[in-house]
T-cell receptor, first 114, second 117 residues
Framework: AQSVTQPDIHITVSEGASLELRCNYS??????LFWYVQSPGQGLQLLLK??????LVQGIKGFEAEFKRSQSSFNLRKPSVHWSDAAEYFC????????????FGKGTKLTVNP | DAGVIQSPRHEVTEMGQEVTLRCKPI?????LFWYRQTMMRGLELLIY????????DSGMPEDRFSAKMPNASFSTLKIQPSEPRDSAVYFC???????????????FGSGTRLTVV
């Protein structure tokens, strides 16, 4: 079964600084990979996804993520953080074929300082 | 589209009472998922349906939990009797299956915050 680890529970950055949120997955083949964002009191919103092909994927709100098979990672990045990016971010992995369910990491809470 | 609609947004109940959470998925979506979110365990998949049929309920914690999907536009998650450790945010999500599924990801509702006192 697939699993996801987000090593950082909480990250604080200054507005305008760059951001990288880490995600490591465990799965026997190339997985489907996702990043979701959750604003306070809201459901999760899809930021971006990786299925195959180009390992650098672009998402909404200026985010991008890079799939690195050798490191089993799918880290989320943004070159310049805005105060509105403060939220909780979840990495998720889905299996190819069979079950349609996604397994989520425990999330990384992002705080943005002015 | 109004998105995935969950009700109620907040529920406070006493231990031992029955609680019913409701979800209306996006029209045309054929998968529906119930997740529970807690600080300790993060997002846990409880159960999911395909075309109104339960496919995987291995995440349902105990017999006190039950879920139904009587038609394509409505699902319920029931807890009877409720306990304080059931306090959490419960999310419903829907998606469109087959291979286009992954093109859409999941669409989540805003969740129901359940407090059992």
């Amino acid at each position: 079964a697939q699993s996801v680890t987000q090593p950082d529970i909480h990250i604080t950055v200054s507005e305008g600084a760059s951001l990288e949120l880490r995600c490591n997955y465990s799965y026997g083949a190339t997985p489907y990979l996702f990043w979701y964002v959750q604003s306070p009191g809201q459901g999760l919103q899809l930021l971006l996804k990786y299925f195959s092909g180009d390992t650098l994927v672009q998402g909404i709100k200026g985010f991008e993520a890079e799939f690195k098979r050798s490191q089993s990672s799918f880290n989320l990045r943004k070159p310049s953080v805005h105060w509105s990016d403060a939220a909780e971010y979840f990495c998720a992995v889905g299996a190819r074929g069979g079950s349609e369910k996604l397994v989520f990491g425990k999330g990384t809470k992002l705080t943005v300082n002015p | 589209d109004a998105g995935v609609i969950q009700s109620p947004r907040h529920e406070v109940t006493e231990m031992g009472q029955e609680v019913t959470l409701r979800c209306k998925p996006i029209s045309g979506h054929d998968y529906l998922f119930w997740y529970r979110q807690t600080m300790m365990r993060g997002l846990e998949l409880l159960i999911y349906f395909n075309n109104n049929v339960p496919i995987d309920d291995s995440g349902m914690p105990e017999d006190r939990f039950s879920a139904k999907m009587p038609n394509a536009s409505f699902s319920t998650l029931k807890i009877q009797p409720s306990e304080p450790r059931d306090s959490a945010v419960y999310f419903c999500a829907s998606s469109l299956g087959d291979r286009p599924y992954f093109n859409y990801g999941y669409t989540f509702g805003s969740g129901t915050r359940l407090t059992v006192v």
